[in-house]
């Protein structure tokens, strides 16, 4: 059985940084795609970030040289290290894995098999 656990939120001051980890257990990462979705209230739940088993990455382009994903296979964790954070990143952060995602649908949520079970990020001076 696969399960993710994410870990590393908190509450960060604008400018400030976090690191969130997605430890994946039951199947090694390198044959998944794994993305970051976040959550904010009264908005629909967005793909943030996402790399694929081919270790290519994508970011949507509010967090484009802000954020970075990426994976450890030996530790069988996906990371993403956040910078220059700002009041709009709080949400609730997701991580999600699943196979063979095309890369046209690697930002759709319904794609993903398995999801963590979130994590508060709040920035906030």
């Known amino acids: 059985q696969v399960q993710l656990v994410e870990s590393g939120g908190g509450v960060a001051q604008p400018g400030g940084s976090l690191r969130l980890a997605c430890e994946v257990s039951g199947r090694p990462i390198r044959t998944y795609t794994v993305g970051w979705f976040r959550q904010a209230p009264g908005k629909e739940r967005e793909c943030v970030a996402v790399?694929?088993?081919?270790?290519?990455?994508w970011y949507t382009d509010s967090v484009k040289g802000r954020f970075t994903i990426s994976k450890d296979n030996s530790k069988n964790t996906v990371y993403l290290q956040m910078n220059s954070l700002k009041p709009e990143d709080t949400a609730v952060y997701y991580c999600?894995?699943?196979?063979?995602?095309?890369?046209?649908?690697?930002?759709?949520?319904?794609?993903?098999?398995?999801w963590g079970q979130g994590t508060q990020v709040t920035v906030s001076s």
């Open positions: 790399v694929r088993h081919t270790s290519t990455t």
């Open positions: 999600a894995a699943g196979s063979g995602i095309i890369s046209s649908s690697m930002t759709n949520a319904r794609h993903y098999d398995y």
